[in-house]
């Protein structure tokens, strides 16, 4: 089976990461992929959305889902018109913390992410892969 691709672009706006969430979750379903790698996708869909909005001068975001051909790999993509890269992160939030944890999650549930310069923007990319069939 040929590698299936998935592109998304979203205003850099609060209402972003849900309406991000609710495409991703979409997708997912209808390419079949397992439910614990789809709750996992959505969650950092979630975090990787709310962190370009929070924290970038961005005025849109674009999304991109990718699943290797033998349905084993998801990647996942979020290009926004940030230059800072994102690292992992070196402190942890408290229990009485409102925010603080959405890195420490992309670090936890992907096997593999990280950040980079996007061609697509002129911004940075943060991505995410994950393993979607054992």
């Known amino acids: 089976m040929p590698r ?13 990461p849900r309406a991000a969430r609710d ?7 209808v390419w ?12 950092l869909v979630s975090e990787l959305t709310t962190n370009a909005v929070l924290h970038t ?6 999304c991109g889902l990718t ?3 033998d ?3 998801l990647r996942l993509e979020l ?8 690292r992992p992160p070196e402190y942890h939030a408290g229990p009485g913390q409102e925010s603080g944890r959405g890195l420490f999650l992309v670090q936890q549930l992907a096997d593999r992410w990280g950040s980079a310069r996007s061609t697509r923007t002129g911004g940075k990319v943060v991505w995410a892969e994950l393993t979607a069939r054992p």
């Open 4 to 16: 299936r691709e998935y592109w998304f672009g979203l205003p850099a706006l609060r209402t972003s």
């Open 23 to 29: 495409t991703v979750r979409d997708r997912l379903r």
């Open 32 to 43: 079949k992929v397992p439910g614990d790698a789809l709750s996992d996708t959505v969650l």
């Open 57 to 62: 001068d961005s005025g849109h975001v674009l």
């Open 67 to 69: 699943l290797t051909g």
């Open 71 to 73: 349905e084993r790999c």
């Open 79 to 86: 290009h926004d018109d940030g230059h800072t890269p994102v």
